[in-house]
Nanobody
């Protein structure tokens, strides 16, 4: 049974940082692309970043320069390091592996 669990969300002030983790079981993340999406209240789900099985990474323009995606194959975990957070980054962040979705972790950026 495939399970993805996101963690690391929370309430932070503008300009602060968070590192999200997506930990998988029942599937080997190192063999797949892993994407991060986010969904803010009242908005469509938005793609944020991807890391490929070969380690190639790319992200949306909103995330470039602020967010970094990485993986730890030994832990079967993909991370999203988010710096210089803004109120508009407030959303539920979800990871996706091979069409399997986690339940998400809430990120709230507010002063």
């Amino acid at each position: 049974q495939v399970q993805l669990v996101e963690s690391g969300g929370g309430l932070v002030r503008p300009g602060e940082s968070l590192t999200l983790a997506c930990t998988a079981s029942g599937i080997d993340c190192s063999r797949s692309n892993v994407d991060w999406y986010r969904q803010a209240p009242g908005k469509q789900r938005e793609w944020v970043a991807v890391i490929s099985s070969s380690g190639y990474t790319t992200s949306t323009n909103v995330a470039k320069g602020r967010f970094t995606i990485s993986r730890d194959n030994a832990k079967n975990t993909v991370y999203l390091q988010m710096n210089s957070l803004k109120p508009e980054d407030t959303a539920v962040y979800l990871c996706v592996v091979d069409s399997y979705w986690g339940r998400g972790t809430q990120v709230t950026v507010s002063s």
